[in-house]
């Protein structure tokens, strides 16, 4: 038989994002705030980020925007 109790457990909890660009914050009711985009990955060989760093980077859609737009494809949905 399985014995059960009860535990209050802390959770961190998503609640806004900060860009790392503009340091504008963007809270989780805000609408913009689905328009992050967020990066996470390893780099590997021969990267410019270094081979096997972390990197990790929010950014909003405007700062995503001035950052890519000159040479970004985009089309209508
Ligand atoms: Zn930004």
Redesign the pocket.
């Known amino acids: 038989m399985i014995k059960t109790e009860q535990k209050q457990i802390q959770q961190d909890i998503e609640v806004a994002i900060e ?1 790392d ?2 340091k ?1 914050l963007y809270s989780k009711d805000n609408y913009a705030y689905q328009e992050i985009l967020r990066i996470d990955f390893t780099a590997g060989y021969l990267s410019a980020f270094g081979d096997g760093y972390q990197v990790q980077c929010e ?2 859609s ?2 995503l925007h001035q950052l890519i737009s000159d040479f970004c494809r985009k089309s209508e949905y």
Request: glycine content about 0%; hydrophobic content about 10%.
């Open positions: 860009c660009r503009c504008k950014l909003c405007d700062c």
